[in-house]
């Protein structure tokens, strides 16, 4: 299979620059469970409608941190740092875009304050211990700026720090966020909470390589980028539960499926069953693969060429998927991560 078989012409004015002015007023896409390609155009806000009383939705919960930062090295040249994992106490993994490549005990000077010094590299990443007055994530949160998608040609401003930002997020920790969430507010999820859905909560801090492209054509050869995932027991009791009693898991987001799939091992009977894991994953998940954890995906609209778009081509089917984008970009729906969403249910002969 090639990247090249992923992709797509997109005008770039169907590229959302901003989020609209309420979250659950984005379009909304569906994808019924039907052999033929029926779509449907709805309003985020319809998704009560949408399921059904002992449905469970699974969100991620991670927190997007300010990871972009500038300074100087000690010899002049700039340098803009974009943090990818926080590796606890003051040192972090992050990619430099600089000149000249600093080398070990190299030192920069933060435009916010304090300093930075190179400790090493470990490929495109470099790991960075901050020297600063507070805990890192405390001072991040007034010296860092949000961190948003290459795609959107502006600077982050003040409304970005709240709208790219789910309302449910908690656990600090992502560079980017989990954009099938942004599209519920504090009213949608009570209605879902009315109408008797349940909600439940994975963490996946989502890294800077979700923005980096698929270098290769042949999609074998692809490494994938790691990310660190806690899928807890809890979850999986409430999963078995909503399963029993005959309802569906429904993923808001492919980084939860992406969890819940690296979560899946092997029992005594030799199948494959959710276990409680924390840990990485380089889960790739592409057509061919069978997806077994959930029932049905709310997600964005994705890059073309993309892992993630292979992800949903996987659960939804490529012929599908294909389909629904070439309906969604005649629609004139919005993409990417401020733009509209869809709600993907498998294909009859592809469901688990």
Known sequence: MKKSDFH??????????????????????????TATFEFQDRIFRDLPDLLAPGDLLVFNDTRVIPARLYGQKTSGGRVEILIERLL????????LGVSKSPKAG????LDAGGEAEVLGRDGEFYRLRFDVPESLEQW??????????????REAGSDDDTRYQTVFAREVGAVAAPTAGLHFDEALLQQLSDRGVQFGHVTLHVGAGTFQPVRVDDLGQHVMHSEWLNVGAALIEQIQRTRAAGGRVIAVGTTVVRALESAMRGNDAGE???QPYAGETRLFILPGYRIRSVDALI?????PESTLLMLV???????????????????RYRFFSYGDAMLLFPAPEESA
Do not use: C, W
């Open 299 to 303: 997600t964005n609209f994705h890059l």
């Open 88 to 95: 606890g106490g003051h040192e972090v993994r992050a990619q």
């Open 140 to 153: 991040l949160l007034h010296a860092g700026r949000l961190p948003l998608p290459p795609y959107i040609q």
């Open 272 to 274: 494959r069953e959710l």
């Open 106 to 109: 190299a030192r920069i000077m």
């Open 313 to 331: 081509s996987a659960f939804a089917g490529k012929a599908r998927m294909f389909a629904a984008y070439d309906h969604a970009i005649a629609s």
């Open 8 to 33: 797509y012409d997109l005008p770039p004015e169907l590229i959302a620059q901003a989020p609209l002015p309420e979250r659950s007023a984005s379009r909304l896409l569906v994808v019924p469970p």
